[in-house]
């Protein structure tokens, strides 16, 4: 089966996300695009994916349409996503810089 605008043959571990239409090179790939907390189906949806431009500022590389994760420490990415994540929603409480 073909996926996605791009209609790529997902193999072996790659996945396509309904989403934001992009498509990883890996199932861990996948998972770091996708950013926030897990809450009770009754709240808000929380979860989020990282655009384009998050992807590729925080090293993130695309190969044949299919992104693959930064080479360098995926911990200091995380918590970039983290910060970037309260700014855009307005903060939930008092930012500590
Ligand atoms: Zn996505």
Same mark, same amino acid.
């Given at each position: 089966m073909n996926y996605g605008p791009l209609k790529l043959k997902l193999t072996g571990q790659k996945t396509y996300c309904h989403h934001c239409e992009q498509y990883f090179n890996s199932v861990y790939a996948f998972d770091k695009h996708r950013v926030g907390k897990h809450v009770p189906i009754s709240e808000p949806a929380q979860r989020l994916c +990282? *655009?384009?431009?998050? +992807?590729? *500022? =925080? &090293?993130?590389? #695309? #190969? =044949? &349409?299919?992104? +693959?994760?930064? #080479?360098r420490a995926p911990v200091a990415l995380h918590t970039r996503q983290g910060k970037a994540i309260s700014e855009r929603k307005g903060g939930r409480g008092p930012r500590r810089a």
């Open positions: +990282l *655009s384009e431009a998050q +992807l590729r *500022s =925080g &090293g993130w590389n #695309k #190969k =044949g &349409g299919f992104w +693959l994760t930064p #080479k």
